[in-house]
């Protein structure tokens, strides 16, 4: 099972050329279970529907309640952002049989309507608990983002049973490997979020030459805000199941580069294989 994570970067920049060039990476990788954020619709238009069906996938979409001060970024180049709305999606290959979204917490600073979502996905094998989560951005919330890993992982224990697939978490932490969130999310550095609850960071698979950043000044669209580049989004996944279900077989980045000279996100994706079992791959 080809799982794929991936921040699109809502209506930003050159966004009707991105669209495109998102189209053409998803394409190439023909994955089974994409979890995306910052997911945009409006006018009638939605960008996660769009892909699904270029793509041949189904989707579930999530609209985050507070999007307005996400358009007041946008107010001065974007005719429709006063309508656009944004949010978390799920692409699968399979049908979508159970679905939840949570409201992450946040203080009323940092309020902006940040989500998780929980879908639960047929696959011909066993049943996937998928989740994907946008996590609060500003460098200084740490604590914020403990808050919102523990509302996660409470989530995910809510919906993790009834299959020997092990969950698999997507999002756009906005933290790096060693942070506080991403530890305590794991549970296997520090005690976990929710007792027994505890993930492997795919990455932890990857080959160790391979360039691991998913936010980087490689790319212009993150240049602009001069941090110096970092590995912020993840698939985690749980041990694997009782025939290696889930065990992670190959990992990598997509997307950081341009497409007919178009960068298709601010952020790399994250793609994982997951096994079916001991000695199969879907």
């Known amino acids: ?127 996937v608990p998928f989740f994907t989560a946008h996590l609060t951005s500003a460098v200084q919330a740490s604590a914020v983002r403990c808050a919102q890993v523990t509302a996660l992982a409470e989530l995910v224990a809510r919906h993790r049973g009834g299959t020997p697939c092990p969950p698999v978490v997507t999002g756009d932490f906005n933290a790096w490997p060693d942070s506080d969130e991403v530890r305590l999310f794991a549970g296997t550095r520090t005690a976990p979020a929710v007792p027994g609850l505890v993930f492997h960071d795919a990455w932890d698979y990857a080959d160790p030459t391979a360039p691991a950043a998913t936010w980087t000044p490689e790319n212009p669209y993150a240049a602009r805000l001069l941090e110096p580049p970092a590995r912020i989004d993840y698939i985690h996944v749980g041990p694997p199941g009782p025939a290696g279900e889930g065990h992670v077989r190959r990992v990598q980045r997509a997307g950081q580069g341009p497409v ?21 791959i879907i």
């Open 260 to 280: 007919d000279g178009v960068w298709p996100s601010d952020h790399a994706a994250v793609v994982a294989d997951l096994a079916e079992g001991e000695t199969a």
């Open 1 to 127: 099972m080809r799982v794929v994570s991936w921040n699109l970067w809502w209506r930003f920049g050159p966004w009707r050329e991105r669209q495109k060039a998102i189209l053409a990476v998803l394409r190439e990788l023909r994955p089974d279970v994409v979890g995306l954020q910052e997911v945009w619709a409006a006018g009638g238009e939605n960008l996660a529907e769009w892909l699904a069906d270029e793509l041949g996938l189904h989707c579930t979409w999530a609209a985050s309640p507070f999007p307005e001060r996400w358009r007041t970024r946008i107010a001065d180049v974007d005719a429709d952002a006063g309508s656009a709305d944004i949010g978390n999606a799920v692409l699968s290959r399979w049908p979508v049989t159970e679905r939840e979204t949570l409201l992450l917490p946040a203080p009323a600073d940092l309020a902006d309507g940040r989500l998780a979502l929980y879908a639960r996905v047929a696959a011909p094998a066993f049943d």
